[in-house]
């Protein structure tokens, strides 16, 4: 009920324009198509005014679709929660221990991300979901699991519906002969007459919806395994990414460490009830939560920051050779660049001849990186490249933020330039001399020789 009043508040109606989205059109399409496909040929098939089992498949279906649709449009309009603007940690200390949102002009609070389509700070950010148009996390992660789980067991029953009304319907109008099949779709001979006829458009509409029903069963059921996997670790998708980049931190510079996720309490009990409680409210605020022994609340936070430290030294320095519009599938980069476009709303670069740029990530036509708009670079000298080499500028660059460590900034990381993020076509762009952008040498240095 707390839900629901939420939902109808006067400040949420502005979220109705959430539903101008393709992701909640095609969603709700499907929605209404099996439902009212599924209601049309239960009672083609199983008249429920008749019988008991009628009536009881009947209501069935009509609370398939209301509870799907709760849940549907409480993930929506509730959202996940985000973090207050200008919010910062208790103690000024810690703030040394989580990163700084330029955006949302605050601290990033545990477990809390930045979501370019929220342009916002979003509270336990497990994923931004087209089919909601919002962002999957704190507030709203139980409403849109529920809707995982019942989609699915909905699309069950309206596709067993969907094949015994076609095979009831088709039953006395199947002839079989010594060498053919003859299918009469015209209105068959029933005593008595159907309340709606069966004809060739029915049973086209019939099959039609059994395919979408399939296909959802299918694909949201697979969603939902993996959301209660997360869940009962206590780890949201993004969560789950980080761990592993840990591992491959760890193992890539051999330092020793062992990384242990805060947030998993040891109970697939109490990890579920993190998320799912009767009243229907997350336990806590969204911005401090209950960690395992041997962990604090920044423990995740300072795994990130030593994450960012290192993606910065591995990122690769290129240089625009040529232009480049910013458009999602270029016509005039080659034939490859343009049917292999990512299949993702991450935004693409706009390019000028001559553009600096710090790639982390790529496909074989295609990179991920940040525009360098200030070429102002971290300062910080060039030590070679291997592991090796790549710790002790790590190690360097903890130093300069005014605590060594393995990776650890714990200040922000000088006069960086500001940047602008997504993707372009690798035919665009060449390496630069220096291969990281840690690999540049001070001005300094450059003075003195």
């Not at 000024?92 to 979501?115: L, N, T």
């Not at 991450?346 to 991920?368: F, N, Q, S, V």
């Amino acid at each position: 009920m707390g839900a629901l009043c939420s939902v109808i508040r006067f400040e949420n109606l502005q979220e109705l324009k959430r539903l101008c989205h393709w992701g909640p059109i095609i969603a709700l399409g499907v929605i209404a198509i099996c439902s009212t496909m599924a209601m049309i040929d239960a009672v083609m098939w199983y008249w429920p005014l008749d019988t008991t089992g009628g009536s009881v498949n009947f209501i069935m279906l009509i609370n398939w679709t209301v509870m799907i649709l709760y849940n549907y449009f409480s993930a929506m309009f509730i959202g996940p929660g985000y973090v207050p603007l200008g919010w910062k940690p208790e103690k000024s200390q810690d703030c040394m221990y989580v990163q700084y949102c330029k955006v949302c002009q605050s601290y990033k609070a545990p477990r809390s991300h930045h979501c370019r389509k929220c342009n916002r700070c979003v509270m336990k950010m497990d994923h931004h979901c087209p089919w909601i148009n919002n962002c999957c996390g704190y507030q709203n992660h139980a409403s849109f699991t529920l809707f995982l789980l019942l989609a699915p067991l909905g699309c069950i029953h309206a596709s067993f519906i969907f094949v015994m009304t076609m095979y009831t319907q088709l039953y006395n109008r199947i002839s079989f002969g010594w060498s053919s099949v003859k299918i009469d779709m015209s209105a068959a001979k029933r005593d008595p007459l159907p309340i709606i006829p069966f004809g060739l458009s029915a049973f086209a509409a019939s099959l039609f919806a059994l395919g979408l029903a399939l296909g959802t069963t299918i694909a949201v059921g697979m969603l939902f395994i993996i959301q209660m996997k997360v869940i009962l670790r206590n780890k949201t998708s993004i969560e789950s990414w980080i761990e592993d980049k840990a591992k491959d931190r760890i193992q890539y510079y051999k330092t020793g460490e062992i990384f242990i996720f805060p947030y998993d309490m040891g109970s697939k009990w109490k990890n579920f009830k993190q998320v799912f409680t009767w009243s229907g409210i997350p336990e806590g605020d969204g911005l401090e939560w209950p960690v395992r022994e041997g962990c604090h609340q920044y423990t995740l936070t300072i795994e990130q920051l030593k994450q960012k430290a290192d993606k910065r030294v591995r990122s690769v320095r290129y240089r625009a050779v040529e232009d480049y519009s910013g458009a999602c599938c270029p016509v005039t980069k080659g034939v490859k660049t343009f049917f292999t476009t990512p299949c993702t709303e991450e935004p693409r670069i706009a390019l000028c001849k001559g553009d600096l740029l710090l790639a982390t990530r790529g496909l074989k036509h295609w990179m991920y990186g940040d525009k360098v708009l200030d070429s102002t670079t971290d300062g910080l000298p060039r030590v070679g490249s291997g592991p090796t080499a790549r710790a002790d500028r790590l190690n360097r660059a903890d130093e300069r933020w005014g605590k060594p460590g393995p990776g650890l900034p714990s200040g922000p990381p000088g006069p960086a330039g500001m940047r602008v993020r997504g993707w372009f076509p690798r035919k665009c762009v060449e390496k630069c001399l220096y291969d990281s952008e840690m690999d540049q040498p001070l001005d300094g240095e450059k003075k003195n020789r």
